[in-house]
């Protein structure tokens, strides 16, 4: 029996990238408790939850949804720290 190729295994680093804007939406956000805030927690660990559901437990029983959640935002808060220290660029005219 082959595997079906459309499943998919990978957290991608798109993933990781919209995981990390939502993430810092709400935690670096001036008000935590504000409407904006606490939509864009409830938006990332939606998120989370459904990649962990699509792409970790099918395959790796002995992952952790806890597991899973601090490892993604382990990587969330590793891309954003490299984002700040990048320098800025110049605007294209």
Not at 68 to 91: E, S
């Amino acid at each position: 029996m082959s595997e079906d190729p459309a499943a998919r295994r990978l957290v991608t680093p798109t993933d990781i990238i919209g995981l990390a804007e939502l993430l810092d939406r709400f935690v670096s956000a001036d008000d935590p408790e504000s409407a904006p805030a606490k939509a864009a927690e409830r938006e990332y660990e939606a998120a989370v939850v459904s990649l962990f559901d699509t792409c970790v437990k099918p395959y790796y029983s002995s992952i952790t949804l806890h597991q899973f959640r601090g490892h993604v935002r382990w990587r969330c808060r590793q891309f954003l720290a490299l984002q700040a220290r990048k320098p800025p660029t110049k605007p294209s005219v």
